[in-house]
Nanobody
Framework: QVQLEESGGGLAQAGGSLRLSCSAS????????MAWYRQAPGKQREWVAR???????GYLDSVKDRFTISRVNAENTVYLQMSSLKPEDTAVYYC?????????WGQGTQVTVSS
């Protein structure tokens, strides 16, 4: 069972940047695809970005060219660099596998972007 812990959220102004981290309790080397998801108030959780073990990435259209996902398997960590933040990026951000596994959801990290 992998435990995932997100951190790095906070309050940012529109146009600002934040870097989220996701630490895994065990090696993620064997997990092919890791991903970030988010859930805004009153909305369903949505996928944001994913990265394969080989480094192939994919992004939600609305974050493409603004967010960058990366992973360091040796550190059991996945990152999400968020730039040019918009108020609509406000949400709780989670990491998980892709597709997500129910038992892997952590507490998430809150990102709030003010206009």
């Amino acid at each position: 069972q992998v435990q995932l812990e997100e951190s790095g959220g906070g309050l940012a102004q529109a146009g600002g940047s934040l870097r989220l981290s996701c630490s895994a309790s065990t090696s993620i080397f064997r997990i092919n695809i890791m991903a970030w998801y988010r859930q805004a108030p009153g909305k369903q959780r949505e996928w944001v970005a994913r990265i394969s073990a080989s480094g192939t990435t994919g992004y939600l259209d609305s974050v493409k060219d603004r967010f960058t996902i990366s992973r360091v398997n040796a550190e059991n960590t996945v990152y999400l660099q968020m730039s040019s933040l918009k108020p609509e990026d406000t949400a709780v951000y989670y990491c998980n596998t892709y597709p997500p596994r129910t038992g892997y959801w952590g507490q998430g990290t809150q990102v709030t972007v003010s206009s």
